[in-house]
């Protein structure tokens, strides 16, 4: 039965990537015509589950299946339906429809839970469009900062127009956070976007944590200068100060257990192959599940690109771009996940999460949970993104799990 249900939630991802902004590859940024149409074929999939569905201020699709008590807290189930260029096609959808296949099961057994249990499909997690990331989430959970309205993407269009677009209501964005009691809990499946499931050969884990992340925008500036004149003794050049913080970054992550550090981006000035450049810029990510482990080596890394520059007669400009706190998932629900697990015989394995999801956002106002799914190779982000149907089987027969152990605990 999981087989033939898994096998459905895979032709349904099939079917949602052929809504696309550019044909031939998946792109579906927020508030285009791609998203919309993936939106409402998601719509009509709920309602045949029994479910009633609404879009909220923000564009986000919401698929309620009453319980037993219909104003009792809901749990919600949830994940993104927007992609970033050139996606693959399970980042973020399959867990919005293994959501749907969970409810599915209930509704096909006339059964009520002692609490509802509502689908949230969010518009906006990768940012593509106007670099915005968890814009359904935000609102959700009542963080959503009204700035951020007048961003424009590469067309001029401003998130406001966008919004109207996706058939939200500007004026009811602050209502469209979650009251007080509405909902118990958040959970989240997601393909893993690593490699480790398939290390450990595992087809689901239970998340730990969602990293902290800080991105770090690093310059070194020494003077430009012809590349077959000027002795190398005699050089300013911050290109070697730019490798040397890239090795010492790399060095830090290897000695230092969870740490991932990335030098993800590097730009020369004037950046001509016969130019020592007269400045570099690099963009460095960290991420750690546990903070203080990410924040000294974020120190350590500013006191090394220092001690680079003084060495080399350079002047280094250090400047953090975006600093976010670790998330722990709530450990009760995750509890509740990892039971569930184990109660499919698979071997339980708990992971921390590098990726951000909308359960960063979602963990500010409900206790939240992840589930993941084991990706080969552990490639995202792209079109070779792949799932095995018997694993997205096991992740079924765990939703399945999940929402029994829960109505049993409310009853």
Same mark, same amino acid.
């Given at each position: ?78 994940? +993104? &339906? ?8 399970? @980042?973020? %959808?399959? *867990? #919005?429809?293994?959501? /749907? ?88 499946? +997601? &393909? ?8 450990? @050969?595992? %087809?689901? *884990? #239970?998340?730990?944590? /969602? ?37 010492a970054a790399e060095a830090l992550a290897r000695e ?63 400047? /953090? ?91």
């Amino acid at each position: 039965m999981t087989t033939d249900r898994a096998a459905s939630i895979l032709a349904r991802c099939d079917d949602l990537a052929a809504f696309t902004e550019e044909p031939g590859r998946i792109t579906r940024p927020y508030g285009t015509a791609s998203l919309l149409a993936a939106r409402d074929a998601i719509a009509e999939w709920m309602r045949a589950a029994g479910m009633c569905t609404r879009i909220d201020a923000i564009g986000t699709l919401r698929g309620r299946y009453e319980g037993e008590t219909a104003n009792a807290p809901a749990l919600l189930i949830g994940s +993104h &339906i927007d992609s970033v260029r050139d996606a693959g096609r399970y @980042d973020g %959808p399959l *867990g #919005v429809l293994l959501g /749907i296949a969970a409810v599915e099961r209930l509704a096909a057994a006339g059964r009520r839970l002692p609490f509802p249990v509502e689908i949230v499909a969010f518009p906006d997690e990768e940012g593509l469009r106007f670099q915005t990331t968890y814009l359904g989430s935000c609102a959700l959970a009542g963080t959503f900062e009204p700035a951020l309205l007048d961003y424009v993407d590469a067309d001029g269009v401003t998130l406001r127009e966008a919004i109207a677009a996706c058939g939200g209501h500007l004026e009811a964005l602050a209502a469209a956070a979650l009251h007080p009691g509405e909902a118990f809990g958040y959970v989240e499946a +997601h &393909i893993e976007q690593g490699p480790h499931l398939e290390a450990v @050969d595992l %087809p689901v *884990g #239970v998340v730990t944590a /969602i990293s902290g992340q800080t991105r770090i925008l690093a310059s070194f500036t020494g003077e430009a200068g012809h590349a077959g004149t000027v002795a190398m003794h005699l050089r300013r050049d911050p290109m070697p100060a730019a490798a040397e913080l890239i090795l010492a970054a790399e060095a830090l992550a290897r000695e230092t257990p969870g740490l991932l550090a990335t030098a993800g981006k590097i730009e020369a000035d004037p950046g001509a192959s016969n130019v020592i450049p007269g400045r570099v810029d690099l963009a460095l990510d960290v991420r750690h599940p546990e903070d203080p482990a990410r924040q000294r080596v974020v120190a350590a890394l500013e006191e090394r690109a220092r001690e680079i520059a003084a060495r080399r007669s350079l002047d280094a400009h250090w400047r /953090i771009m975006r600093d976010h706190s670790a998330v722990p998932c709530d450990a009760t629900l995750a509890d509740r996940l990892a039971e569930a697990v184990a109660a499919t015989g698979t071997r339980l394995e708990r992971l921390p999460s590098g990726a951000g999801h909308d359960a960063v956002v979602m963990a500010t106002c409900l206790p939240i949970a992840m589930l993941f799914v084991r990706c080969a190779k552990g490639i995202s982000h792209n079109p070779a993104e792949a799932v095995a149907a018997a694993d997205v089987a096991v992740a079924v027969e765990v939703f399945d799990r999940l929402l029994d152990g829960l109505a049993a605990d409310r009853a």
